[in-house]
């Protein structure tokens, strides 16, 4: 079946540098790609997502890269601070639809 | 705006009793889904509503999982009988119709015993 793989399961990273969570995907046809941010005890948060015609997406601190040819895709975090410290999770379309297969999450701690 | 409600927050059962779980979607938005969250894992989709329509519902049990939204607004999802390895959280996610965007309820931690 259709599968997702993240890496790290787990970073951690001294405050005010740079964090970089990858995924790849196995659905040549997904063409949508969110990012999500969980924090304990709550729901899973979007941040930011990317599409399949686009290679690149920022918001702030946050960016996206998408690489469709080698099917895979990360999240970039700059100048982190201890409020990233969260779970994140990838997740990618299957073909068109609005069913994502999400990664396995990262656990990100923000070393004050 | 609030965001999207689910309750309880938090459940405690014995194996073979019956459970149910209530979803509240943020206003306005006609797709509903339901995900089950192993410690762990990622979301995977139980099933999605277009209003009151289950437009997917592969990856539910129907064996013993079920689950409504009646006039197109708040969901049920019901579990009976229950089993130790549906021990997880229940989340409920709301979109637009349309738009990929999805946003996620607090979630219902489910223990079974």
């Known amino acids: 079946g259709e599968n997702v793989e993240q890496h790290p399961s787990t970073l951690s990273v001294q405050e005010g540098d740079s964090a970089v969570i990858k995924c790849t995907y196995s659905?040549?046809?997904?063409?949508?790609f969110p990012w999500y941010k969980q924090e304990l005890g709550k729901g899973p948060q979007l941040i930011i997502d990317?599409?399949?015609?686009?290679g690149e997406k920022k918001d702030q601190r946050i960016a996206v890269t998408l690489n469709k040819t080698a099917k895979h895709f990360s999240l970039h975090i700059t100048e982190t601070q201890p409020e990233d410290s969260a779970v994140y999770f990838c997740?990618?379309?299957?073909?068109?639809?609005?069913?994502?297969?999400f990664g396995t999450g990262t656990r990100l701690k923000v070393l004050a | 705006e609030a965001g999207v409600v689910q309750s309880p927050r938090y459940k405690i059962i014995e194996k073979k009793q019956p459970v149910a779980f209530w979803c509240n979607p943020i206003?306005?938005?006609?797709?509903l889904y339901w995900y089950l969250q192993n410690l762990g894992q990622g979301p995977e989709l139980l099933i999605r509503?277009?209003?009151?329509?289950?437009?997917?519902d592969s990856q539910l049990p129907k064996d013993r999982f079920s689950a409504e939204r009646l006039k197109g607004v708040d969901s049920t999802l019901k579990i009976q009988p229950a089993e130790l390895g549906d021990s997880a959280v229940y989340l409920c996610?709301?979109?637009?119709?349309?738009?990929?965007?999805?946003?996620f309820g607090p979630g219902t931690r489910l223990t079974v015993t």
């Open positions: 659905d040549s046809a997904s063409n949508y």
């Open positions: 997740a990618a379309s299957m073909g068109g639809t609005y069913k994502y297969i």
């Open positions: 509503y277009e209003n009151e329509e289950a437009v997917d």
């Open positions: 990317i599409r399949s015609n686009v």
């Open positions: 206003s306005g938005h006609n797709t």
């Open positions: 996610a709301s979109s637009i119709q349309g738009s990929h965007e999805q946003y």
